[in-house]
């Protein structure tokens, strides 16, 4: 029966069109930790506690968060010169570093606010999972624009990993973990890679991650 809850519950959270299964038999591969891959998950790689009742949680402590950023040839944002052959990676600033922190923090923090059945505390309890997540691998697609050069147009302005883990908050045990790759696009469309169509994507962009993980977490309580 706990199998089965805690089943129900990762196919509202973290499912896909498709109903998501354990991964069984004897060439099943365990996390270090002990966790289960789930089969048709909502993101590319995902695994859970089958032992353990998502349901008695209702609060989330936000844990700190973790963002980093692949190495790349430091470039002015501005420049004179095009950049060498196929360079599809590009330098991003300190200053840019920084927004970016900002900009996916605030929308998270955004996002967990409006939940209708988790709450946010800073107190741990049989009843709070702390949330722990990352942006890992951030690529910048946006060349430095070139002085006197027309506007640029392009299919991503990057792409990063993310990681979540939901922990039991009394006993720090990982309770849930998903990764996954995803390119900072408009489909359909090219971006105009500007200052303000830039920062617009990337907001969008973290903003149906969160929603996605804020609607998932309710809906646990709504089965």
Known sequence: MRVATTLVAASLLFGCAVEPTLEQGPDVQL??????????????????????????????????????????KKTPEISSIRPMGNTSEFWISEKNREKLIDTVTGVFNEELAKSKHFTITEERGPDALI??????????RVPPKLAGSGEIYLASVGEATLVLELRDSLSGE???????????????????ANTVTTWTEVRRWARRWAVRLVDGLDSVHQQ
């Not at 949330?131 to 910048?140: A, K, N, P, R």
């Not at 990982?174 to 105009?192: F, K, L, N, Q």
């Open 31 to 72: 996390t270090f930790d002990g966790l289960t891959p789930i089969k048709n998950a909502r993101f590319s790689n995902a695994w859970i506690d089958p032992d353990v009742d998502l349901t008695q949680y209702s609060k989330i402590i936000p844990g700190k968060a973790e963002f980093e950023f692949r190495s790349a």
């Open 131 to 140: 949330l722990v997540g990352g942006l890992m691998d951030i690529v910048s």
């Open 174 to 192: 990982t309770i849930y973990r998903a990764v996954d790759r995803r390119r900072i696009e408009r489909p359909g469309s090219a971006i105009e």
